[in-house]
C-alpha cells in the first residue's frame, strides 16, 4: 500500500493533471453504477408486481373455474331429477290410462272376451332381499252377466341354472308363505307376493294355470315372461 501511495505521489509531481482525472472518471463510474442499479431496482420493482398481478388472476380464474363446476353439477344434478321426475309422471300417466281402459272394458263387458283373463302383471326387485323381488298378477272376469269365479291357481317359474333347464313353483320361492293362489272373485283379483330367486337361477317366465270351479270348465293357462321393473 505504501508503495501504491509513492508511486501516486511521484505520478502527481510528474503529471500534476492525472489525479483530477482519475477523479473524474471515479465519479463518471460510480453514476453508471447507481444509474443501472436504479434502473434494475426499478425493473425488479416492476416484475415484482406483474409477478403478484399474475397470482391475482391466477386465484381469479381458479375461483370461477370452481364457481362454474359447482354451477355445472348443480345445473346436471337439476335436470336429472326434473328428467326422473317427467319420467314418473309419464309412466303414471300412462298407468292411469291403462287402467282407466281396463276398468271401461270390466264394467261395459265385452262380446270377443269371456270368462276368465290376466290383464296385468308386475315384478320387481326388493332392496332389503338378496334376489328378491315382488310380483303382483291381476285377474278379471269377463262377462255379461257375471257370476262369482273360483279357481285354484298353479303358478312355476321356468328359467336355467347351471346350464340346464330348471322348474320351481311359486310356492318354493315364497319369502312368506301366507299367499294365497285361489280366486274368488266377481269383477277383478290380485295375487301378488314376495319370492326368492335361488343362487344361479336365471328365471325365464311364469306359467299360470288356473283349474276354474265351473261345469265345462276349459284348461286355462297363461305365460308370462320375466320382465322386471326397476
Known sequence: MAEILQLLRQAQARLPWLMPLLAIILLIGLMAVWRLHR???SELALAHG?????HERQKTLINRLAESD?????????????RRRVDEQAQTITAVNRQLDFYRLLMEGSDSRNGLDLTGSLIYPLDDVKNGYHFRFTFVQ???RRQVLRATLSI???GVQAGMPKRYPLNQLLVSSENS???RFKYFQSIEGQLRL????????FVIDAQIKSKNAKPWQRIVEWQTEE
Open 39 to 41: 434502473e434494475a431496482s
Open 50 to 54: 406483474e409477478i403478484a398481478a399474475l
Open 70 to 82: 359447482a354451477d355445472s353439477q348443480v345445473y346436471r344434478t337439476a335436470q336429472l331429477a326434473l
Open 142 to 144: 269377463y262377462a255379461k
Open 156 to 158: 312355476v317359474l321356468q
Open 181 to 183: 293362489t285361489k280366486l
Open 198 to 205: 335361488p343362487d344361479a337361477f336365471e328365471p325365464q317366465q
